[in-house]
């Protein structure tokens, strides 16, 4: 039995495969205009590798940016919407603020690319009112079937219904899907009181109209890529990592692409916490370093955290659904270096891309980029990329710092570059204080994890910078995403608006409590139950979103185990105090609290890939691995001898002194003079100071 | 004293960054803090708070980027806190509370946290915050408009010590909470302030504890020197000489029909600016005035930053410091409405800043077209609904709408959205009316007039219509009954505002109100619907593409008689297509008539 993870990034595919035989990694070309084509071929070869038949193959992870691309795109369906009388426009006026405090040219991307063009939002009669959710004003039923006809007369075959105060009452969107369906039999409809249960209606509107714009081509090709694989001998299940980093069915994400839209990202963070378990160490700090982003996350006590869903928006839309918690950052190996006007000397966050590319690249790019300033730097050799795959020209590299950033700042090209790397170093370093220290999150305490191919040649500064303990390089940098697919776990979420102040909670509003997370919990076991998950591997927890009387945004706190009790609420409130004061600095403990949403998330353990230990050393000297030595120019401004070692020929307990470069096909690892590089068990690598304890 | 001075060693451009990047960080953490924290609506949603870091001379030297108001407006708090400060001196644990308009403060109800930041026993900066409180006990809740003098503002707080050396003044904190209709809000929203300023303060400290105070009090100078540079550079590239331009407000909230005038000369000589007031109106007896040093100057520079900084065309950000302020000059004279005397009421002060930078938008229009922009609504809703608990406890809330912006050399004006100096956020309807007896009854763009008509169209106001389910008091502040936003270059004026009371059971006996109006009292059922200003056009309409017109017409934005009068398209409805051949008739004849 055989398994597959397959990641596909903006240039590169890339695929891990699992059998009792060993692990195979392999990377093909993206294809860009459908996915499914590169992921079948890529699936193909790897099986060919790895000696298998592809009936072999039980279940395939894939990571997906299609639903994230269809937004940067902008060419997801035309959709209509159906929703109360009086509130046609909220998806055009949103919250009212512009994206900028200091400009009059700017853009406003929710009324310049709407997700539904006023013209195809229509407003119907109906009313539904707080707090208690009853039924003011009925629905209009004919109005609905009236919208319908409209929308079949231009084509549209996307319908997101939402209506005012549905997350105290959905009987209104629930029976207006009923007559949808019957006018409009086949349409892809989403109501907004599925998939997002809370109140404030842009966000949950825009969230329902995002998953109305992106559902039909996502579903399309999920399901293309499923029939693709069937068609190429393929038998396995295919499972889709959602941006809470859990995996989930063709069927589930079709649904609800709006849980896809960071898949992305999401398996370079599972792939690095896992490196951070198979190193023994909990508290990581993750970045995958890609040609024009760089994605962190902060991993403490193996936990991956999650985004506070109030701060979650895809392509300038709110999305409220669950999403790792991570930054990204227009900071890459693409990313350009330029002098403005009033002589500010800035990287990023603009990027080549792949065309032009780098200078070095030699495909007419003369601005010099991180990569450029790294080949000045002998840090690249320009002749090892992708193990010599791709030539790059060192001396494109050099003119283009020199004349674009070393001349006007009266630098030499060396110094030019050192403060390419520096500034690029910095804008990531920030990022990750504001993903840690802003949190009150102690790097000291932190691991840094470098990866994608030219993230290893930042960690060292990374850590030095944010003051993190030391550095763990992954066994394969480049392809570290896609092993993460085969580590997640089955994840599903689901919420439901409780509104209720926990003080004064009395035997209805305690039975109110628990009638919901019964029902919630009930919502996620059916949803295991139907992945064929037994009811005994099933891990259901239930969080309570509280926050003070009258504050506007919500902190997690624990449930008590069991139903809840006059005896056991304060626990909650407790929870709630804690957790205020850890993320702010100060808590209110005589105010009252109260829980806003209930939600639920089932998991259940998948296998995970056991990545295999590598030989330990017999004593002998590392210089078996020994490549060449070059000059290579470090952070401090020395020039060195620095001696290139073949990663794959290090063996287990192998200790690198810097100054030093680790060398593999896809990635390069930069051990500065002064630290040391120790190959650990599985041929990952910890870079720490020299003197430094274990 | 700390180390700005001209001595200071030279930052390398490296260092220089990571340091702008530290500051821009502290101060978005602090904002962040205090917004999230917060109990009031017009805090925790609006976001009509600022926060940041200042050197020991006042200079800001980071700020977040919250709502542009509180921007550039706490070097004022700053100076007045330095005239009126408990004890005239500051120690380390100190928090200060000041509000003061005549000592620098924006209006009362921003109130300012300030802490000091001490570096090896010596005062070396400030960090500090301003955010908009619902009631400070003023002679109406919420708001006011109709006062006699800035006594009827509620607490004056100027220099006081709500700290000292790190312990609580108790007298200090029940006195405000006493003093209030919200006072627990208002308390607990201090609270927040005091948290999220000693945040920035110990990240202050860090960051010298870090780099050193040398290099970031030095890199602090170069930002604000680049800054400078950046603004000059614009200023040199508009041709020397003189521009004016005038509009008139609808009145003082108390005087009915009796317009203001507001005259805006900008002189413009070499790399330098000067924004003079001096033909606006006299100082009004109400509290329609505007702080000179706290709001005045403040919506001067934040004009020509949007005008010159324009943060969506520019490449490079320019940080928020005093640099971009400094080749700006601004003055009104003494007694006039932007820069009264005291005792008058100085806190309903928003509209006429909107209008302050509206003109000086279209003062400079013959020089730079392909820059600036068509009248915008340029005013503010803000609105202060109020009424009693059955307990007798006050509910107050306080509501912020939209307007629009005028037409744009290359795009249409932004519809329904916080005009020029207002960037808050909306107060979500479903939140409002599960904690307030209220509820909305419509949130819609207007589709009573259309939006001034040209190549590219202003944009379209909102109309929303709040009920109130129990018996209560409004105050309203707002703008442009009387002035639509203006067309440019061809293009056609917007539509001024409205704002009407009604009884929900009798939707046809509307009352239409002035635009300013104070502690209205209404009963339960009574709605307060307000129409905003549509934006003004740019360029001839009879230049807009035929199929853009046709996409309007089909999105509701236009109407089909709208359409064939003001752009001279004939659009079929039916079919959802342009009759070509009589729209390209009409337009000839149009242009012939002209």
């Given at each position: 039995?055989a398994?597959?993870?397959?990641d ?21 070309p ?5 996915q ?15 000696g ?21 795109e ?11 009388e ?8 949103g919250?009212?603020?512009r994206?900028?405090n ?11 690319r ?11 009669a ?34 997101v ?10 009987a ?15 349409a ?7 998939v ?18 992106v ?21 396995s ?12 069915t063709v069927g ?30 909990g ?7 890609g ?7 902060t ?12 701060d979650?928006?895809?392509s ?26 009033a ?11 792949s ?5 070095c ?7 010099p980029t ?58 990531m ?14 790097p ?21 910078a ?5 550095v ?26 409780v ?5 004064g909670?009395?035997p209805a509003a ?5 009638g919901a ?20 591997a ?19 706190a ?6 809840v ?6 626990a ?19 105010a ?12 259940a353990?998948?296998r ?19 490549l ?12 060195l ?13 192998d ?28 041929g ?11 | 004293?700390?180390a700005?001075?001209d001595?200071a060693?030279?930052?390398?451009p490296?260092t ?21 924290m ?16 200042f050197?020991a ?5 980071c ?19 330095a ?42 900066g ?10 400070i ?7 006011i408009i ?37 006072g ?5 929203d ?21 780099y ?30 003189e ?6 407000l ?13 005259k805006?000369t900008?002189?413009?000589a ?15 007896p ?5 702080p000179?040093?706290?709001s005045?100057?403040v919506a ?17 950000r ?40 509206d ?26 609904y109020?009424?009693?608990r ?9 509501e912020?709408n939209?307007?629009?912006?005028g ?14 100096m207002?960037?808050t ?10 904690h ?10 207007r ?9 590219y ?28 936003p203006?067309?440019?270059f ?19 006996e509307?009352?239409?109100?002035p635009?300013?109006?104070?502690g ?40 089909v008689g ?16 342009v ?8 337009r ?7």
């Open positions: 039995m398994r597959i993870g397959v596909v990034g903006g240039t590169n595919t890339d695929l891990v495969l699992e059998t009792a035989a060993g692990v195979f990694y392999h990377k093909v993206t294809t860009l205009k459908n499914s084509i590169g992921v079948v071929e890529g699936v193909q070869r790897i099986c060919e590798m790895a298998i038949p592809a009936s072999e193959v039980e279940t395939i992870v894939h990571g997906t940016t299609t639903a994230t691309n269809i937004t940067i902008n060419n997801g369906s035309d959709c209509g919407m159906i929703t109360s009086g509130f046609r426009d909220i998806l055009h006026i919250r009212h603020k994206p900028h200091f400009s009059l040219h700017f853009d406003v991307p929710w009324q310049s709407p997700l539904v063009k006023r013209r195809n939002r229509i407003a119907v109906e009313r539904i009112v707080p707090p208690t959710g009853e039924i003011a004003t009925p629905l209009d039923e004919q109005a609905v079937r009236a919208a319908c006809a409209l929308f079949r007369r231009r084509g549209i075959d996307s319908v219904i939402g209506f005012m105060f549905a997350f105290l009452n959905d209104h969107e629930r029976r207006a899907r009923e007559i949808v369906q019957e006018e409009m039999p086949g892809y409809v989403t109501l907004a009181s599925e997002a249960n809370v109140m404030r209606e842009y966000e949950r509107f825009s969230t329902a109209a995002m998953n109305s714009y559902g039909p081509k996502t579903a399309f090709y999920l399901r293309d890529l499923e029939a693709r694989l069937r068609e190429a001998g393929v038998q299940r295919l499972r889709i990592i959602q941006s809470n980093g859990g995996v989930s589930a994400c079709a649904r609800r692409p709006v849980r896809i839209l960071m898949s992305g990202p999401a398996g370079g963070v599972i792939g690095g916490a896992s490196e951070g378990e198979m190193a023994g160490t508290n990581i700090i993750t970045v995958d370093i040609g024009t982003s760089a994605d962190i996350s991993i403490p006590g193996h936990q991956i955290k999650m985004m506070n869903p109030r979650t928006f895809v300038g839309h709110p999305v409220l659904t669950p999403m790792i918690d991570l930054v990204t950052i227009g900071a890459g190996g693409g990313s350009v270096a330029h002098i403005d006007a002589g500010g000397f800035h990287v990023g966050p603009r990027s080549a891309g065309e032009p590319g780098p200078a690249y030699g495909r007419g790019g003369t601005e991180v990569t450029d300033a790294q080949i000045v730097l002998g840090r690249l050799d320009p002749d090892m990329a992708l193990g010599g795959d791709l030539a790059l020209d060192a001396g494109l590299a050099r003119r283009a710092v020199e004349e674009k950033i070393a001349r006007p700042l009266g630098l030499t090209v060396t110094e030019a570059a050192l403060g390419i790397i520096r500034i690029i170093n910095s804008s370093a920030l990022a990750i204080r504001s993903n840690s220290v802003a949190r009150g999150i102690d000291r305490q932190f691991s840094i994890m470098p990866f994608g191919g030219a993230g290893p040649l930042h960690g060292v500064a990374l850590a030095e944010v003051s993190a303990r030391d763990l390089v992954p066994v394969a940098p480049g392809i570290t995403a896609a092993v993460g697919l085969l580590k997640t776990d089955l994840q599903y979420e689901h919420t439901e608006a509104i209720i102040e926990l003080a909670a009395g305690l039975a109110r409590i628990n997370a019964g029902a919630l919990r009930e919502k996620v076991a059916r949803e295991l139950d139907g992945d064929g998950i037994p009811r005994e099933q891990r259901i927890e239930i969080l309570a979103e509280c926050r003070y009387h009258g504050q506007g945004f919500e902190l997690r624990a449930m008590p185990d069991g139903p009790t006059a005896a056991n609420v304060a909650i409130a407790e929870s709630f105090h804690d957790r205020h004061h850890q993320d702010y600095g100060y808590s209110y403990r005589d009252p609290v109260e829980l806003i949403t209930l939600r639920a998330i089932g998991t353990a998948a995970r890939i056991a990545i295999p230990a590598i030989p330990a050393t017999d004593g002998s000297s590392p210089d078996r691995a020994l060449f030595v070059r000059p290579t120019t470090f952070d401090d401004g020395r020039t001898e620095t001696p290139r070692y073949d990663r794959a020929k290090l063996l287990a307990g200790v690198v002194p810097g100054p030093a470069i680790l060398v593999q096909h896809d990635a390069t690892t930069l051990v500065p003079p002064g630290y040391l590089a120790e190959t650990l068990a599985h990952n690598t910890r870079i720490r100071r020299a003197g430094q304890d274990q | 004293m700390n700005i001075t001595t060693p030279e930052v390398d490296v220089l960054q990571v340091i702008r990047g530290s500051f821009e960080t502290i101060a978005e953490e602090m904002g962040h803090v205090l917004y999230r917060s109990f009031s609506s017009i805090i925790r949603e609006s976001q009509d708070l600022g926060a940041g870091l050197d001379q006042f200079n800001t030297l700020e977040s980027e919250s709502t542009p108001m509180h921007i550039g407006s706490i070097p004022g708090y700053l100076r007045g806190i005239e009126t400060l408990e004890d005239g001196e500051w120690y380390e644990g100190d928090v200060v509370v000041h509000n003061h308009p005549y000592h620098g403060a924006s209006h009362t109800p921003d109130l300012a946290i300030v802490v000091p930041v001490f570096h090896e026993g010596r005062l070396v400030f960090a500090g915050n301003t955010a908009h409180h619902v009631d006990g003023a002679a109406t809740p919420g708001l109709d006062v006699p003098d800035v006594y009827a503002e509620g607490m004056l707080l100027a220099g006081v010590k709500l700290y000292r050396k790190g312990r609580p003044n108790t007298a200090m904190w029940t006195f405000i909470r006493r003093n209030s209709r919200a627990a809000q208002l308390v607990s201090l609270e927040a302030q005091v948290a999220s300023a000693r945040l920035g303060a110990k990240r202050f400290a860090e960051l010298i504890g870090t050193g105070e040398d290099v970031v009090f030095g890199a602090a100078r170069q930002l604000m020197d680049y800054s400078e540079r950046m603004t000059r550079q614009r200023i040199a590239e508009i041709p020397d000489g521009y004016a331009a005038e509009g008139w609808d009145d003082d909230g108390r005087n009915r029909g009796r317009q203001l005038k507001v805006v900008v002189r413009v070499g790399d330098e600016v000067e924004v003079d007031l001096a033909g606006s109106a006299e100082q009004t109400t509290a329609y005035n505007v000179f040093e706290g005045t100057k001067a520079y934040a004009a020509f930053r949007k005008l010159l900084l324009d943060a969506a065309t520019s490449e490079a320019v940080p928020s410091n005093e640099g971009s302020f400094r080749p700006i000059r601004v003055s009104a004279p003494l007694g006039s409405i932007f820069n009264p005397r005291s005792p008058a009421s100085a806190e309903a002060r928003f509209t006429q800043c909107n209008r302050m930078i003109l000086i938008i279209r003062a400079l229009a013959p020089v730079l077209p392909e820059t600036v922009i068509a009248g915008s609504s340029a005013s503010i809703s803000f609105a202060a109020s009424g009693l059955p307990s007798g406890a006050y509910w107050v809330f306080l912020v939209e307007g629009a912006y037409g744009r050399p290359r795009s249409d004006g932004p519809d329904s959205i916080d005009n020029l207002a960037n956020r909306n107060n979500p309807l479903e939140d409002l009316a599960m307030i007896p209220m509820i909305c009854d419509r949130y819609e763009l589709d009573d007039m259309p939006p001034g008509a040209g190549r169209r202003g944009g379209i106001g909102v109309v929303k219509s709040q009920r109130v389910l129990t018996d209560a008091f409004i105050t309203h502040e707002s703008e442009r009954h009387t002035e639509a203006w067309g440019i061809g293009g056609h004026e917007g539509a001024v505002g409205k704002c009407l009371v009604y009884n929900a059971a009798r939707p046809e509307v009352t239409e109100m635009s300013k109006f104070s209205l009292e209404v009963k339960a059922g009574d709605v307060m619907a307000y129409y905003s200003p549509n934006g003004g056009g740019y360029g001839d309409p009879l230049e807009r593409p035929e199929m853009t017109v046709l996409e309007d017409v089909l999105d509701g934005f236009c109407t709208h359409a064939r009068a003001a752009y001279g398209v004939v659009v079929d409805l039916d079919t959802e297509t009759d070509m051949g009589a729209t390209n008739a009409l000839d004849r149009m242009r012939d008539a002209r």
